[in-house]
C-alpha cells in the first residue's frame, strides 16, 4: 500500500515545452507497471498545451472542475465536468482553457 497525500506535493510545469500549465504529480512512472504518471493539473484560463503526440503511450484525461477545449486528430472536443477522453499512441492532440475560471483535470498515461 502507498498513501498519497496531495497537498504535500507541489505543483510543476507540466513536461511540454511552451506550456505554463501546473500539475501535481501524485504517481511517477514505475511505480506501477505500465503506468508513466497520474496527474492532478489546473489549467488557468488562456493556458494550454501545444500539439504534440506519444508514441507509445495511452493518455487518459478527466475534467474534475471548468472545462477545456481539445483538439485530437484536427477534430475539436469540448470536455466539460464529469467527461473522460481517451488519447491513443501517435494521436496529435493539444488543450486550451478558452473560459474565464480555472480548470481541474486528472491525466494518467499508460505504455503499451
Known sequence: MKLIHSKTI????????????QKKLLIENGVIPNLTNFSLAIMQPQESIPEHAHATMYE???VD???IS?????KHIELQKGDCLIIEPNEPHAAINTTPLPAHFIYFGIQR
Not at 507541489?10 to 500549465?21: A, E, I, K, W
Not at 481539445?70 to 484536427?74: K, L, P
Open 70 to 74: 481539445f483538439t485530437v486528430s484536427s
Open 60 to 62: 487518459a484525461y478527466f
Open 65 to 67: 472542475h471548468g472545462s
Open 10 to 21: 507541489p505543483f510543476q510545469l507540466v513536461n511540454h515545452p511552451g506550456s505554463t500549465v
